[in-house]
Antibody, heavy 126, light 107 residues
Framework: QVTLKESGPAVVKPTQTLTLTCTFS??????????VSWIRQSPGKAPEWLAR???????FYSTSLKTRVSISKDTSKNQVVLTMTNMDPVDTATYFC??????????????????WGQGMLVTVSS | DIQMTQSPSTLSASVGDRVIITCRAS??????LAWYQQKPGKAPKILIY???SLESGVPSRFSGSGSGTEFTLTISSLQPDDYATYYC?????????FGPGTKVDIK
């Protein structure tokens, strides 16, 4: 059974750096083809993808947030960590981690999110 | 990046109604589309992958169709548990987007 769970601070102050941890079970990020993403959702809005890390340590970032976001993994602990710098009240959102499932598509891959964590609300406020 | 639109943005329906939600892509995505259901305070849940494949455990009243730029999610007979917001998402190799969502509420 695949599960993912997010953890970290519920409140951060403006300009601070947010660090969130996704702890998962039921699969390993050392297995070829495994990938995990971070996604956030502001109240009343559609989900917004932030970052992805692959089993081979390839990393991909949202174009609009790539200067502020970093993703890393600790395979031995089954954890993926997201850091986001210079937090602002507009970054208040529920942050999810999700496993990524991919299929071969031409010369590349086509991916979607097949398992999600429960999410955690992060509020940015002084 | 591929842009997605969904219609309607809100849909009011009664239990037992047939519900159809449309998702359009800014360019052809073949059948590389997923549909998610999200209830308040919960994470999105995958319903349909590759445009028409039903995720294991999802009731058969849900179905997906389409290819290229136009897709539909159909609920054949709306149940009380189906009141939620539905999002489409084009598959991607690297950069991911979601449709703006369709909220299905009680008529």
């Amino acid at each position: 059974q695949v599960t993912l769970k997010e953890s970290g601070p519920a409140v951060v102050k403006p300009t601070q750096t947010l660090t969130l941890t996704c702890t998962f079970s039921g699969f390993s990020l050392s297995t070829s083809g495994m990938r995990v993403s971070w996604i956030r959702q502001s109240p009343g809005k559609a989900p917004e993808w932030l970052a992805r890390i692959d089993w081979d340590d390839d990393k991909f970032y949202s174009t609009s947030l790539k200067t502020r976001v970093s993703i890393s993994k600790d395979t031995s602990k089954n954890q993926v960590v997201l850091t986001m710098t210079n937090m602002d009240p507009v970054d208040t959102a529920t942050y999810f981690c999700a496993r990524v499932s991919c299929a071969a598509a031409g010369t590349g891959w086509a991916c979607y999110f097949d398992k999600w964590g429960q999410g955690m609300l992060v509020t940015v406020s002084s | 990046d591929i842009q997605m639109t969904q219609s309607p943005s809100t849909l009011s329906a009664s239990v037992g109604d047939r519900v159809i939600i449309t998702c359009r892509a800014s360019q052809s995505i073949n059948t590389w589309l997923a549909w998610y259901q999200q209830k308040p305070g919960k994470a999105p849940k995958i319903l349909i992958y590759k445009a028409s494949s039903l995720e294991s455990g999802v009731p058969s009243r849900f179905s997906g169709s389409g290819s290229g730029t136009e897709f539909t999610l159909t609920i054949s007979s709306l149940q009380p548990d189906d009141y939620a917001t539905y999002y489409c998402q084009p598959y991607s190799a690297h950069i991911f987007t979601f449709g703006p969502g369709t909220k299905v509420d009680i008529k």
